[in-house]
């Protein structure tokens, strides 16, 4: 493999921020040092410009069926999206079909992403249907599979959830043998019972799926699930947090010690529910579960990534094009649930929060980078800039200024969430352990550079 230098950059871990230059040899981070003498046969110049760490997306949902449609990236164009915006892994979802084995669900999706992936790629499992046989299947997933943590769903009813009891039982299983589960925390039978109340009232806009599912939904069932983890003293991941009462619930669990990991996504950080009152239908294009929520949401999460109460911040990029959002013009309930968003997390992140003093750009690399690899077991090969890590590096200009538009993104979906926003900081060059993935706007790696990642058990964060 050949060897690479990039010189004059700033380069940014969760603790450090220090001018140096970097030296790239078989995949690897091999020096890293001021003034470097060695020559390579190919030399970068960062001058000007931020070096993180690879972006990983623990939270994305490539070619998932879904609601009666499938979610319109597969592992090609989301991967090769996700590289652009200068994220280098994601761990995906494989779905359990009910009825059958954890394996086939995961074998499924080993054949979505083998040959397609760009980018590295990882699996959760979501546990949907959770039994004698199911648990049986934990230990293999952990120690013979590299899948270390499980999803599971208190709702949708009827389709992905499961019940209390079945959440206890995973959670034992899960810890016995070095996993974490996280959790899809709304109340099933609460939003159906509000949906039902909706749909007979003859409430069909897209504004009656966030009506439906207001913050009890989430913030009761958040407060289950970190209590259920509390009876059992399970590590326990909350995933896509959206509001100021699920918060609290995580708040409170820490009066009595107990440590809850806490995912947001870009889009709560970001948009409120104010574009579910946007003409027409255009309010779906963001449905999504759990719903955008109101100003004072966003503050608490960003006061919670501070307060380090909110590790990592994900996308749970669920990408439909509005063809298939239509699927519930006359019925918000039959909305596909998701939005797209995994080319734009690093680049937002930056811009709202770095460029806009709400959190440090350590801060920014923790949530981004080194925190879902160290919660989700790929740290330190990823998640850091460090001697004998994965040379995957991502080369961030400051200084240039782009918009957001749904003809420049590379996301296989014909709007963007982010249409029209001003964005401060550009990614310019990309690295895949240490090949060079994407250069100023191009990609330069195609469908099958992606390596599939066995992860290691979770230890204490
Ligand atoms: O609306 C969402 N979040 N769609 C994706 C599935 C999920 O619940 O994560
Ligand atoms: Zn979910
Ligand atoms: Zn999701």
Same mark, same amino acid.
């Given at each position: 493999m050949a060897t690479l230098v990039i010189r004059n950059g700033t380069i940014v871990t969760a603790t450090d921020t220090f001018q140096a230059d970097l030296l790239v040899e078989n995949e690897k981070v091999v020096a890293i040092s001021k003034n470097l003498s060695a020559r390579a046969e190919r030399e970068i110049d960062a001058t000007g410009c931020y070096i993180f760490p690879g972006g990983i997306d623990a939270h994305t949902h490539l070619d998932l069926p879904f609601m009666g449609t499938? &979610? &319109?990236?597969d592992f090609e164009t989301g991967t090769l999206a996700a590289l652009h915006g200068g994220t280098t892994t994601i761990i995906d979802f494989a779905f359990q079909t009910v009825g059958k084995s954890l394996k086939e669900g995961l074998y499924e999706w080993h054949k979505k992403a $083998? !040959? +397609? *992936? *760009?980018a590295d790629y990882a699996f959760h499992v979501a546990v949907v249907d959770f039994n004698e046989k199911t648990r049986q299947e934990i230990k293999d997933l952990i120690e +013979?599979? !590299?899948?270390?943590s499980f999803k599971t769903f208190m709702a949708y009813k009827g389709a992905l959830m499961i019940d209390d009891r079945q959440m206890i039982g995973l959670m034992n299983e899960v810890k016995k043998w070095g996993g974490i589960v996280t959790v899809h925390a709304e109340n099933g039978d609460l939003a159906d019972s509000l949906i039902q109340i909706n749909r007979e009232r003859g409430? +069909? *806009? =897209? %504004?009656f799926h966030a009506l439906s599912r207001p913050e009890i939904v989430e913030s009761e069932a958040t407060g289950r699930a970190i209590d259920i983890a509390f009876a059992g003293q399970h590590p326990v991941y909350i995933v896509h947090m959206t509001c100021e009462g699920a918060l609290n619930r995580v708040k409170e669990a820490t009066k009595r010690n107990q440590r809850v990991l806490v995912e947001t996504c870009i889009q709560y950080l970001?948009? #409120?529910? &104010?574009?579910?009152? %946007? =003409? !027409?239908? $255009?309010g779906a294009k963001w449905v999504m579960s759990p719903p955008l929520r109101k100003p004072k949401d966003q503050e608490a999460l960003w006061n919670g990534l501070e307060q380090g109460l909110v590790h990592v911040v994900a996308t749970d990029h669920c990408p439909f094009c509005m063809k298939q959002k239509e699927? !519930? +013009? #006359?019925?918000? &309930?039959?909305?596909p649930n998701g939005a797209p968003g995994i080319e734009n997390r690093m680049e937002l992140l930056y811009s709202e929060g770095v460029e806009k003093g709400r959190i440090s750009i350590n801060k920014f690399v923790e949530v981004n980078c080194s925190n879902p690899a160290k919660i989700f077991g790929l740290y330190p090969q990823k998640g850091t800039i460090a001697v004998g890590s994965d040379a995957d590096l991502v080369i961030l200009d400051p200084r240039v200024e782009h918009t957001l538009t749904r003809e420049t993104q590379h996301m296989n979906c014909d709007y963007s969430s982010y249409e029209g926003w001003r964005v401060k900081g550009k990614v310019k060059t990309v690295l895949l352990r240490g090949t060079v993935a994407i250069e100023n706007g191009k990609a330069l790696v195609g469908k099958g550079f992606g390596k599939y990642l066995k992860r290691k058990k979770f230890e204490h964060f």
């Open positions: 499938s &979610s &319109s990236d $083998e !040959g +397609k *992936a *760009a +013979k599979e !590299g899948v270390t409430n +069909k *806009a =897209p %504004r970001l948009l #409120d529910d &104010s574009v579910y009152e %946007r =003409p !027409g239908f $255009e699927m !519930g +013009k #006359d019925d918000f &309930s039959k909305i």
